[in-house]
């Protein structure tokens, strides 16, 4: 498969981006926040396939210790084809060595295993919206 890999947000069509968030499922996504949510990332990564975006993932860092991955999503037509290996090795190679953390969809933790991630017993969270 021939596949583009970009970082950075200029090129992105954020409508796409949220329909492809959307499908994750992901969630119901503002074009215009997804944006500035990006823009201020540390590191934003989307695969082409041709001139079609099938993948995309970013992630925030202090740049020195803490890491987090957010928005990971591939478009389920495109699945089980490498494209969400090659999202979280392009954001990893971008990450300083440290604690990185994601949340991830119910039944996807077995991906992010190969990956060295592993479940913890000891965060929190506090959602706004729940």
């Known amino acids: 498969m021939n596949l583009t890999i970009k970082f950075g947000t ?3 069509d954020w409508r796409k981006v949220c329909q492809m968030l959307e499908a994750a499922p992901l969630g119901i996504r503002s074009p ?3 944006r500035r949510a990006a823009e201020s990332s540390y590191v934003v990564c989307s695969v082409y396939k041709g001139n079609r975006i099938v993948g995309f993932g970013r992630a925030i860092s202090d740049g020195e210790y ?3 991955i957010y928005d ?3 478009f389920p037509e495109y699945r089980g084809q490498g494209i969400g290996k090659t999202i979280i090795e392009a954001l990893l190679s971008r990450l300083p060595k440290g ?3 994601l949340y991830t969809a ?3 933790s077995g991906f992010y295993k190969k990956f060295g991630f592993w ?3 000891s965060g929190m969270i506090k959602f ?3």
């Open 99 to 101: 604690v990185v953390m």
């Open 119 to 121: 479940m913890i017993d």
């Open 128 to 130: 706004h919206n729940p």
């Open 72 to 74: 990971m999503a591939v």
């Open 32 to 34: 215009d926040r997804l």
């Open 10 to 12: 200029d090129h992105l």
């Open 66 to 68: 803490q890491s987090a």
């Open 106 to 108: 119910p039944g996807k």
